[in-house]
């Protein structure tokens, strides 16, 4: 598949490193390829980019396959000239890019957030999306179970530095033993939660627009691709019983949880959530 590359006139006269975006609905989507074969496109959660999977998580993906990840709405390098966005404008921004890469269907894989773009994406263009995996999502509106009173003060609260800023990702993201244990590697994982941060506004944009979101659960019964959910059984971001209503909502889904694991369980269980991908992708 040849990946057509679009070069931001604005960037190339100041000099930069031309990059590729894709134009949807007054923003340019930034995004990333890695490999050659059938594609598998990767959505991250709020207040996330693409270099939140991490590159040897895409790279090993990318052995088989090949590998879309962009950067969300007002997340990393994509900005939005439209201020009240919606859940709906982020699933067509990756129909968008699909349309730029010349890709007719694609097996979608989206976090958090992620998950519910890509829940919308396959309920508004069932056509383009084959397989879908759901990570540590929900199925929004009033059917969801909330994030946890801890957690709901973890999101709203301004952060006042960028160090503050990850510490509350750290928290939201894994159980507090883990943080304990884990200091060596959660301090590289700090390093990439902080490449290309978010403003606290453009933060609070792509809230609004969760918050805004009717939900999925009365259309979940009308998909039929063959769906993985996958959720952390600590998650107080969004808790593992919304796992369990995808899965009785969605008729073809197949529902795996890690014990111990919060929100970021793909770090923790970084080989078992691999086995379960090749499995399910048949990669």
């Given amino acids: 598949m040849a990946v057509q590359l679009r ?8 000099g930069e490193w031309i990059v590729p975006y894709a134009d949807s609905n007054q923003a340019d989507i930034y995004y990333e390829v890695m490999g050659e074969g059938e594609p598998l496109i990767l959505i991250m959660g709020l207040g996330g980019n693409l270099d ?3 590159s040897g998580f895409r790279k090993r993906l990318a052995q088989r396959r090949q590998v879309i990840a962009c950067d ?3 997340a990393g390098r994509t900005k939005s000239e439209k201020m009240d966005f919606s859940m709906e404008d982020m699933a067509e921004d990756v129909i968008a890019l ?8 694609a097996d979608v894989f989206g976090m958090s957030m992620g998950g519910m773009i890509a829940q919308e994406m396959a309920l508004r263009h069932p056509e383009r ?12 509106g009033k059917e969801q179970i909330r994030p946890t009173e801890a957690a709901s003060r973890l999101l709203t609260m301004r952060p006042s530095n960028l160090e503050e800023a990850i510490m509350h990702q750290l928290q939201l993201l894994f159980p507090p033993d883990y943080i304990a244990k884990n200091q060596v590697l959660l301090k590289a994982l700090s390093a990439v939660l902080g490449r290309q941060p978010m403003t606290h506004k453009d933060f609070m944009r792509q809230y609004q627009a969760i918050e805004r979101w009717q939900g999925t659960f009365q259309r979940l019964p009308s998909l039929s691709q063959p769906t993985l959910i996958l959720h952390g059984e600590e998650d ?12 009785d909502r969605l008729p073809n889904a197949k529902r795996m949880i890690y014990p111990g694991c919060g929100h970021g369980f793909v770090v923790q269980m970084t080989a078992q959530v691999f086995q379960a991908l090749e499995d399910f992708l048949i990669i």
């Fill in 236 to 247: 107080i971001l969004l808790p593992v019983g919304n796992s369990t209503i995808l899965a």
């Fill in 98 to 105: 699909m349309d730029h890469l010349q890709c007719a269907d």
């Fill in 72 to 74: 969300n709405r007002a």
């Fill in 52 to 54: 939140w999977w991490g």
């Fill in 7 to 14: 070069w931001p006139l604005d960037r190339f006269f100041k």
């Fill in 129 to 140: 999306v084959r397989r879908l995996i759901l990570g540590c999502t929900s199925c929004g």
